[in-house]
């Protein structure tokens, strides 16, 4: 049985005020793991001075501008360390926010080029970490563990919400002893009973856990649903036979990273992409994994190489679905391997379906691109899906070198793949406005207005919101786009896209 009593007063200060906490700003399934403590304001005497040593000043070193921090150096990225100059922060935070996880693959390599690049914070920047924040953020809706993890440790997590965000990602990374001895060590935070408890287990102290689990209950710190389940998270045994609990959203990493220690069911419907990293792991079943690398691959958390191991590690468990996609992309695999023509030409139209079904495209470009180049497929439907894979991979301003047009569509994709435009196939509105964006200066509008103030990053971020609907976007935004992008140097970044745009047209 839990013990239910009124413990030392000394149990009760990191939990205190608990209930008059102001809800999180950050993503909504971010734990409330830490408070930051209150700092003491030193006593004044009579004359508005300190009482003692009210001599001495003290002048803090510059501090680093967490909204500065970067992985990626410029000579990497290319963008100028203004990139943000001129822009108020709050609207560069409200266009990160507003950016899709779910995006062409060239925009979204764009995206994690920005959210991890060394720029200059802005002007107007308030010291409070808020972009980096807003970065870090985004980074996890992508799934993208191991950068948000890095980005966090080179700003330095000694900020209640930068350690708050490292926390949970520590947790989702399965550093969880780590997280809770940082946790421990540092002294300006204040876990919350949640996370105090979780840390006490973690340590091996389980009657401490268990007391202060019960202490906060009484005192009301903790609900019936949170109480739940960290009862059952200390000791499992004591529920047996018992009904499950449900998931009370938000699902937490905290309330996630305890229920599958305890093996309680996930919630129905789709994981957040940064949870999806649990099921990375070799012990997971294998569809599981396949399901969460094509999903991290497609948001790029994940590298394509991942995926392509999974999908030849055995053989097909059944058929429909993924098993499909395994099986389509072993054939493809062993036909490549033996060097076999014919075999090629029959698995290869076959496997990129299966593919693009999941709109992974791109991966199995950026995978099997090089290899496919040696093979000549004249056969229709090889040649085609060869032509697709050469334009989407890496050295896409190679593939005239070895592929020949076979309609006015095809000319006008290889001739955009080597910056030349040539007369859009009559009718073609997609292929009229990348030929405009290509041809003509960008139009007058908001972006041209942004880029006049020099408010480079906006005015890119804004261009990538205009494509959230890829093909399906307005003729004119698409135009406005891309010639946007050309304007402050992304030419190749702009071909890339329209490639994807015209090769991964969504409109049937």
């Not at 005020?17 to 030193?42: C, F, H, N, Y």
């Not at 009559?426 to 207005?449: C, M, Q, V, W, Y």
Request: glycine share 6%; charged share 20%; proline share 7%.
């Amino acid at each position: 049985m839990w013990i239910r009593v009124f413990f030392f007063a000394v149990l009760l200060s990191p939990v205190a005020g608990l209930a008059q906490e102001e809800p999180m700003s950050a993503i909504d399934w971010l734990s409330q793991s830490v408070r930051e403590k209150p700092t003491l304001t030193p006593e004044k005497d009579e004359s508005g001075g300190n009482a003692a040593h009210d001599t001495i000043e003290v002048t803090p070193l510059a501090a680093i501008r967490k909204d500065s921090v970067g992985l990626l150096p410029a000579s990497v990225t290319g963008l100028p360390p203004d990139f943000w100059a001129n822009s108020q922060t709050t609207r560069i935070v409200e266009l990160i926010r507003a950016q899709s996880t779910n995006s062409l693959p060239e925009i979204l390599s764009l995206l994690y080029t920005i959210m991890l690049a060394e720029l200059d914070a802005p002007t107007d920047d308030p010291g409070n970490s808020v972009l980096l924040l807003a970065r870090t953020d985004k980074l996890l809706d992508l799934g993208a563990l191991p950068q948000a993890q890095a980005l966090l440790e080179r700003a330095g997590p000694n900020e209640a919400e930068i350690f708050r965000r490292w926390f949970d990602v520590s947790l989702l990374t399965g550093r969880s002893t780590h997280a809770c001895t940082a946790m421990r060590a540092a002294p300006g935070f204040a876990p919350t009973l949640q996370a105090q408890v979780f840390c006490l287990a973690r340590s091996g102290d389980w009657n401490a856990a268990a007391l202060t689990l019960a202490t906060g209950e009484t005192l009301g710190f903790v609900t019936t649903e949170q109480a739940d389940l960290m009862s059952r998270f200390l000791d499992p045994g004591m529920f047996e036979g018992e009904l499950e609990i449900p998931v009370t959203p938000p699902l937490t990493p905290l309330d996630f990273t305890m229920r599958e220690a305890i093996a309680l069911s996930r919630p129905s419907g789709a994981l957040p992409l940064a949870f999806v990293n649990a099921d990375l792991d070799p012990s997971a079943a294998w569809r599981n994994q396949l399901s969460a690398a094509e999903r991290l691959v497609r948001s790029q958390a994940l590298q394509e190489n991942h995926l392509i191991d999974l999908y030849t590690g055995r053989q097909p468990a059944a058929s429909g679905g993924v098993w499909d996609r395994v099986a389509a992309i072993q054939a493809l695999d062993v036909a490549l391997l033996a060097g076999d023509q014919d075999g090629v030409v029959v698995a290869l139209p076959r496997a990129y379906r299966s593919m693009a079904e999941v709109g992974l495209e791109v991966a199995f470009a950026k995978h099997y691109g090089e290899r496919l180049k040696v093979f000549p497929l004249s056969d229709t439907d090889a040649h085609s899906a060869a032509l697709s894979v050469q334009l989407l991979s890496p050295d896409f301003e190679k593939a005239g070198e070895t592929m020949s047009p076979r309609s006015p569509p095809e000319s006008f994709l290889l001739a955009l793949s080597r910056g030349q435009i040539l007369e859009p196939s009559n009718g073609h509105i997609l292929e009229t406005a990348i030929a405009a964006a290509f041809r003509d200066p960008l139009p007058e509008g908001a972006l041209k207005s942004l880029l006049r103030e020099r408010k480079l990053g906006e005015a890119v971020l804004e261009a990538t919101l205009l494509l959230k609907d890829e093909a399906f976007a307005d003729p004119g935004d698409i135009q406005a786009a891309l010639a946007a992008f050309r304007a402050v140097g992304l030419e190749s970044e702009a071909r890339r896209i329209a490639l994807q745009l015209l090769i991964l047209d969504r409109r049937g």
